[in-house]
């Protein structure tokens, strides 16, 4: 489709829905809060409206649509459309949440029950499930950090956080907000974090450690249990971030390796829809120690009915409206219930085994690589540097080629320490026959490369638009980040 | 059976695909996961439904014991609001598509990218500002962000705050602006508006609601920001769009930053599950750079007239510089600004006026009508409400108790003698005339 | 995409759900009635099962895409989405038809109230819902004219049926097989039905008229009522095809003209969708003395509440199993009420007013013609006549490269009464701006034809598939209904 | 307001519109109408409700006077069936483009003509027939075609059908059947199945169900089979195709033409809307030539390896002949057809024969259970059943009405004493046993 921006669509009049006339007496707004112009909306009728995003629908390849690996560590598998059914249902959709206790009960009851599902997973004590998002849970996991070193007269002293440059951009960033400053554990030649680095690090101001694990390389680190070790040894606090649990689902948990916290994406390893960026969920697990400091309110179950507990005077409070977003968490909830304690293993087992597999087909096309050896559990970053070499196309250009061929393909957060890197995640969704497919794209990108690199840079030639020249999209005389914007810089 | 949610679980793909790997088992794959940290025995969860009608019905048990409000007549808002969800919204928003997916590049997804542009776009017509984020996660997150990039912009580390605000949102803002923020509350006076305050050279912004927490409007926000802007401080306003087809946009006033929660415009209230929030500014470079969240611009492509999208100043963002970035930006909300942007357009200029329109004249008839019931005292009647007004009922537990026995939620409880009441375009006249009048009857 | 046929896909040993076991003793079936092997089903998981299908309707051209204005005499209409939720509701969707009267009084209520607005749209005295489509409606309503002639001893008298070239081949069809002769009247100089023709066909053995009006070249006949006199002056019945009734609701009824039945399609003037053909839904109305022949059961109301009642002894009896196509029913009863009577009327004038729109646009382009003048209410059928002669290209040619722009394109049925034909019917759902970009892709497809005919004969160059050669479909040796029958004839 | 539905009803469009097209009103297009013919007045019909959330609430009223059969405990089937309903299934049938698809041609809707092909193959597989047809209407319509078919391609007029036919159907074909084609009815032994009968030179078919209206398998069918071939007549059998992943296809039994509701297939009860027809035969011209309905198949493209579709043997259908085509044929249930599909593919083999035996089994199970409740008799408990039975229980109507207090609806209504009681794989063991307990509990 060649689909117009919907402001050009718009013709004066036009009405898309309408609205209940009031019936009782109007009020005549003061001239101070009174709006003079009206809106520049667009003017459609329901049908123009419908077509415009029914086209743009098939403009965006979803999981649905896609042989989704290409999008590593973001765990993208089937959300079950069975799931989406009981969260459209009025009885979730139609529930606001403050209603009285008693007429909530189902919904209590999924929460807790769900709570007790992840404390299980993780082998941690409870579970908030409050955090909007993965980064969120991160953010909340530091709150309930600062606000323990806090409660023992140690918050000024412990100004430290520790991370490490293949865990999620997010454990730095939100270690740094919330006022810490943040050291990064580069890799060693192993591909691991760099224990040497560890000890260096760690010592009195240390507040906590933040790691991913296996991380977003794909390789888990052995020694993870050193690491939490060192960390307990001066006093600080080690957060585990399972964005990428899908590999080790009944395999290992937090709990085992020591961990202190932990934090899951509901949207990601449980199944949850990616939506488009959002709304996600994320869960943050704490062990007995931390309980005290879970945002409020937590859903508490007296052997007879379900009830919110507001009563925590150590809670970090609200992160959030209300107790979490709930589809997500009755989605996860149900997909759980479908697999149980084997399904999960299989989902672990196979994720494993498919990335494995995708990876012995993308180590066979010439000029793909994968630093520090084989080893992996649920993803690889790969490197497209011998590639780059022999003909100059960046990892970029290969992915903006493979979107020609209906796929998703992701390099990687900046910084590049992977040269000219790509990221692929096959989770357990997908067949042999896709996995197949898509290394065959692959492959053939990179034949093209080697023969024709020009045109590999040219690329896309099956997409919506063309090649995108972005250098206005940071240059402010010229940016514009809204329609508004764009008519006044570039058609007035 | 192999589970239909695993492909290939199937024993002899999996077989196969072992063999082309030449591995013996999966269990070589997890070689670095040392004995000690193993878990040894299965989880110890519940066991597993996997015939998928046996899970329609475990669910639909669980679900069968809430009472929503379809079947109770609600009128709790509160900052969750029970406004209509049009058919079209859900339509788009549970197309396959754009339900599963995620952060695909500009090619891939053009779709997407111009569907939370068109979002973007209509919100900046709505508040009358040119830079709008993709959203972040609720309304609470907008204002904690916009008051970090207030005081990151004005250098400055204390924020007046309304004490019209909602208490939860409050408890928000304190744990997010700690350690470095420091909060002030601006009191309420009798008509439910901020009260007068001063402001020094520590002020980084000035942050009102609008409406606020007790559904009044400001109208002396012009003022307010005059006086603000006078110490060089930013007016910070949390919006409620849902209004601003009749308010006039906080921008229109003196506002710098605006922001708030985009639940109202498409969005079913969903336990608490339908918020993203929405912050925005004029397009001043060094306002922009304090925007953690992801901005989508249009940009050109080698085809003349084609547009194509991609991400405005992202060398600002957590995913660009980890730590360096603003704040941090995740998965948040895309899908809900979609559906606002489907919502705005299904509404139009005529649509939202309307809409407006009837909310203020409904919320004044429920306000008229239970202040008349002896015992019930509305707070701030002479204020300009829009959707909400509180009310002094004695006991509030004890009257909400009785009226759930109506079947009715009547209203948020602020504290042991007060309640928050919602009137939106759902309400119509008979619904408030239910609410009066079993108000009337239990405490006859 | 490049979707393979779904046995393609499959892989032994893969499910896409679960079914519950039985929980209880097995059954041992005998010999006799055991399948043997088990059926050649694909295996898939449930992703792949999704996904096969969601490309496939990504590849389906519906309303809620494209600018539907090119399948004339369907009457491609916008089909609220608001209606949809209805039927899916499960007080709708999970409703058994022999539930006890006292537990399905809404959906009685909707039917009930639905008979009395098209009761009120034709002017006749009572309508049935219960037949499947348009034409169930009209071999409902020939059920009916036998029923009534056999019931006054004139069953084996009045053999005949009289229709029109113009009218649906369903009447024809339909008259046949209830065992007339039928007659059909050709169309004079000016298009309308030979009144002459009429005049010399009708006699002791006329049962009935069967006719549309307007036909489905969109001419309305004027002399209508002079036809249905002349048919009741022998003692026929007329009966009235108002599958085209867009547009003229509100402004004339079968009971103006005289008429003693008709029939609609709620699939067609009342919204509902098309469903890639059905299930749709018909409705019979009658006049006062043909009630007793109605099928049953009618839905009633005393008052208090609302029952069937089957105890009708002249009924034709059932025509299909139930009471109708509920979800239709439902739907357009929603889409009535969210219009009124005024709205109604403004369906059928806007309709008209686009019709005629579009048809101005249509006849600027050279090589366009409609036959008989430009009287057209709200579709026309239109001829390439001149455009063939000139270029060689066939209106089915022209209907094939449409499709590489993305719309529709009909020619008409069989047999080709207008050369060259097409026929659209813009209905009132498209905008101005949608019926100027339909027209000027036809005028760029027929400047296209002018310039380079063999390049618009090879189309389709845009579509999923490539121009099909349709030879093999008329041969027993080699045409292929299914699957099963490709592989035998042609794979092994 | 201009209404959303009729975008060119917006006064300033329409006399944009009149005037290039050079009219002065509207009313000049009707100029052919004569004043005779016009109604004069608005239709007389209830004021429109033109907001969509008063739509709604006004259409919540009306459904919430209907108890569906997940808040009752329904044992109803007797042709219309409550088994599950993937939701894969809901989700393709609700995509927009197949929802509002319609006639077009094999360049626009390729994957229309490609997910209707691939159901008529599913079927095809599951029947062990090579034609199977694009879904007529329902099942009725199906049976009526079916036995048409077998008169004209024998050129008889007689046709002999089971007595375990429900009412509605025997009906339906009394009146579709008429004129030309005379039914003999084959009466039903003590076990359920058909009794012996004589077949003569003017049989065109013998008709059997499949399982029949009592829920019996027919276990016979092979040597009817022969009876009917042995005198030139078909065999016609109307078949469940949800009991075929047990039972086994009647072509392998010697039927000629099967046919049957697809119901079963995916699609909910939905008060009886939920009906498509099907019909298949082997692949023989002569009997290809009697189908009325379309029939999709692949057809190579200019490009090789490529499928592209197409109708077979169109020049049979009304479409192209007119009154001189089989029957007629026109939109029927295609949809219906596609979801069928879905569900077959979802099912795969496996999953229809575990159906199947959790069917038979549970029926059995209820049987006994039912059986043994003093004052109930089963009938023909000797016979093989798939998912339903009759019960005699004394006064039938008493019975339905004391159980409908339990909220369960226990069976249909065959006649004054007999109740058909339908059990599938939704009716859990508890769900019977609550049956039977409630049971015994009005009749105690």
């Given amino acids: 489709w060649d689909e117009p921006i919907i402001f050009e669509l718009s013709s004066p009049g036009r009405r898309g829905i309408g609205v209940p006339e009031a019936g009782v007496p109007a009020v005549e707004l003061p001239a101070a809060v009174r709006r003079q112009a009206p809106p520049a909306l667009p003017e459609m009728s329901q049908l123009h409206v419908l077509r415009h995003y029914v086209r743009l629908s ?13 999008q590593g560590t973001c765990t993208m598998k089937y959300s079950p459309k069975v799931n989406d059914r009981f969260v459209s249902d009025t009885r979730i959709a139609e529930l606001h949440p403050a209603q009285p206790e008693d007429s909530v009960q189902g919904v209590l009851e999924i929460y807790w029950r769900m709570e007790r599902m992840l404390a299980e997973i993780s082998g941690l004590h409870r579970v908030s499930l409050q955090p909007n998002s993965g980064s969120a849970a991160i953010y909340t996991n530091i709150a309930m950090i600062r606000a323990y070193h806090a409660s ?30 943040v050291i990064t554990l580069m890799p060693d030649a192993e591909g691991h974090p760099d224990i040497e680095a560890l000890r260096a690090a760690v010592g009195p101001r240390t507040a906590a450690l933040m790691i991913t694990n296996p991380e977003d390389t794909g390789i888990y680190n052995p020694r993870i249990a050193e690491f939490v070790e060192l960390v307990h040894g001066v006093g600080g606090l080690a957060c585990y971030d399972q964005a990428n649990a ?5 395999i290992t948990r937090a709990a085992e390796a020591g ?8 949207h990601k390893t449980f199944s949850t829809p990616h939506m488009c960026g959002g709304p996600a969920a994320g869960a943050s697990g704490v062990a007995e120690k931390l309980v005290p400091f879970l945002p409020g309110p937590t859903v508490e179950f007296d052997g007879e009915r379900y009830f919110l507990d507001a009563d925590r005077p150590q809670s970090i409070g609200k992160v959030r409206p209300y107790l979490g977003v709930t589809q997500n968490v009755v989605r996860a909830y149900a ?23 995708l990876q012995h087909k993308i180590l066979q096309i010439r000029g793909a690589s994968a630093p520090w050896g084989r080893r992996r559990l649920e993803q690889v970053r790969y490197s497209w540097e011998e590639l780059y070499e022999e003909t100059g196309v960046h990892s970029e250009d290969i992915g903006v080629r493979a979107a020609d061929f209906g796929v998703h393909y992701w390099t990687s957060h900046h910084p590049y320490l992977v040269p000219e890197p790509f990221t692929l995640e096959p989770t357990e969704s997908y067949s042999k026959e896709d996995l197949d497919e898509y290394a ?23 997409s919506t638009v063309h090649k995108i020249d972005p250098t206005c999209l940071d240059d402010p005389e010229q940016w514009a980040p809204t329609w508004r914007a764009y008519v006044r810089k570039h058609l007035s | 059976m192999t589970h239909p949610y695993i492909p290939n679980a199937e024993p002899a793909v999996r077989a196969e695909m072992l063999a082309a790997i030449g591995v013996e088992s999966v269990e070589d794959f997890y070689a670095d996961i040392p004995a000690a940290l193993r878990l040894n025995r299965p989880l110890d969860l519940p066991a597993p439904i996997t015939s998928e009608h046996e899970l329609v019905r475990h669910m639909g048990a669980l679900l069968g014991r809430n009472t929503d409000t379809t079947e109770a007549l609600s009128f709790l808002g509160g900052g969750c609001y029970p406004h209509h969800v049009p058919a079209v919204c859900d339509e788009v928003n549970s197309r396959g598509e754009f339900l599963t997916a995620y952060a695909g590049e500009p090619y891939e997804d053009h779709g997407r990218f111009q569907a939370i542009f068109e979002y973007v776009s209509m919100m900046a017509e709505l508040l009358e500002m040119d830079v709008v984020n993709v959203p ?4 609470f997150q907008a204002s904690g962000t916009a008051l970090r990039m207030a005081a990151r912009y004005t250098g400055r580390r204390t924020v007046l705050v309304t004490a019209a605000i909602g208490a939860d949102k409050l408890s928000k803002l304190h744990d997010f602006l700690a350690p470095d923020i420091e909060i002030t509350m601006i009191p309420v006076t009798e008509t439910g508006e901020a009260a007068a305050f001063t402001v020094d050279d520590t002020v980084a912004a000035v942050y009102l609601e609008y409406p606020n927490a007790y559904g009044v409007v400001e109208t002396r926000m012009a003022e307010i920001a005059e006086l603000a802007h006078a110490r060089g401080a930013l007016l910070v306003v949390s919006a409620d769009p849902i209004a601003l087809g009749v308010l006039a946009p906080p921008a229109t006033l003196g506002a710098d930053i605006v922001c708030g929660d985009i639940q109202s415009l498409g969005m079913h209230q969903s336990y608490g599950g339908g918020h993203a929030g929405y912050i925005a500014t004029r397009d001043e470079p060094r306002l922009v750079a ?130 928050l009441v919602c009137v939106t375009e759902r309400h119509s006249k008979d619904d408030i005339d239910t609410l009066v009048r079993a108000v009337r009857e239990v405490r006859g």
Avoid at chain 1, 58 to 70: H, P, S, W
Avoid at chain 2, 376 to 400: I, K, M, N, Q, T
């Fill in chain 1, 58 to 70: 098939q403009e965006t390849l979803g999981v649905d649509v896609n042989i989704a690996v290409g």
């Fill in chain 1, 440 to 462: 065959a794209i692959l492959a053939h990108v990179a034949e093209e490369a080697r023969t024709d690199p020009e045109f590999v840079k040219g690329a896309p030639y099956n």
């Fill in chain 1, 335 to 357: 997909w759980i219930m479908a697999l149980g304690a084997e399904g999960l293993r299989q989902v672990a087992e196979t994720a494993v085994l498919n990335n494995n597999y």
């Fill in chain 2, 136 to 139: 972040t996660y609720d309304g």
């Fill in chain 1, 259 to 266: 961990f202190d916290l932990c934090h899951f994406n509901l």
């Fill in chain 2, 290 to 419: 304090e925007f953690p969240s992801r901005l989508f611009g249009i940009a050109p492509t080698a085809v003349p007239g084609e547009y194509g999208f991609g991400d405005v100043f992202y060398d600002r963002t957590s995913f660009a510089l980890r730590e360096e970035g603003k704040e941090w930006v995740g998965t948040a909300a895309s899908l809900w600004g979609i559906t606002a942007g489907v919502y705005l357009a299904l509404m139009g200029p005529e649509g939202m006026r309307e809409l407006g329109e009837t909310v203020l004249a409904r919320t004044r008839y429920a306000m008229d009508e239970l202040g008349a019931v002896p015992g019930v005292r509305v707070l701030h009647p002479e204020g300009v409400h829009f959707r909400e007004f509180a009310v002094e009922v004695g006991d509030a537990d004890a009257l909400l108790t009785a009226l759930r026995a109506h079947d009715i939620f009547a209203g948020v409880r602020l504290d042991a003698g007060t309640l």
């Fill in chain 1, 246 to 250: 899908n590999g080790i689902l009944g």
């Fill in chain 1, 152 to 181: 023992r007269g140690e918050g000024e002293q412990r100004d430290q956080v520790i991370t490490t440059m293949f865990s999620h951009p997010s454990n730095a960033a939100c270690a740094k907000l919330a006022g810490y400053e």
